[in-house]
């Protein structure tokens, strides 16, 4: 007999995708995937990333903005585990007041969660300047994740 991982309800998975901030997206490379971790702001039921403006994911991205994006937590001995996978297209948020509300979200994310300014330098940012230099830099892309056509939520039977 097969033992299934059991399903996440919508509920559930909303509040693993609320309650977390880092995030792996697949990207369609040439021969294989290739897979980056990004930090990730939950806003109006849409996920957004910043990026750097250079690197392969700019390239990949404009071969196929299409992409798969894993959201996890799990307890170090794996007793306790949720991931999350959604499919959709990453597209970039033009509109200058969107950008600027997502900047700040960042900032705020970063704030809240106390983590290092060193993220910084993974945001095409000065890790010695202030963190709410993000919301007027120039130097990032804001990308929103769109077109989601397939989501896998699953978690242990101990959750």
Known sequence: ???????????????LVKDNHISRIAFSGSKYPYIAPFLYVFNENNLYFLSTKYGRKIDLLKNNPYVSV????????????????????????YHL???K?????????????????VVLEALGQNPDEPVENIVTADNTYVWKLTDVEDIVALKNSNE
């Open 1 to 15: 007999m097969v033992f299934k991982i059991p399903k996440m309800n919508r509920e559930e998975y909303d509040l």
């Open 70 to 93: 894993e959201i996890e937590k799990f307890s170090e001995d794996m007793s306790c585990y949720k991931f999350i996978t959604l499919q959709g297209k990453i597209v970039p948020e």
């Open 97 to 99: 007041e969107k950008k």
């Open 101 to 117: 509300e997502i900047r700040q979200s960042f900032v705020d994310l970063i704030i809240s969660k106390n983590l290092s300014t």
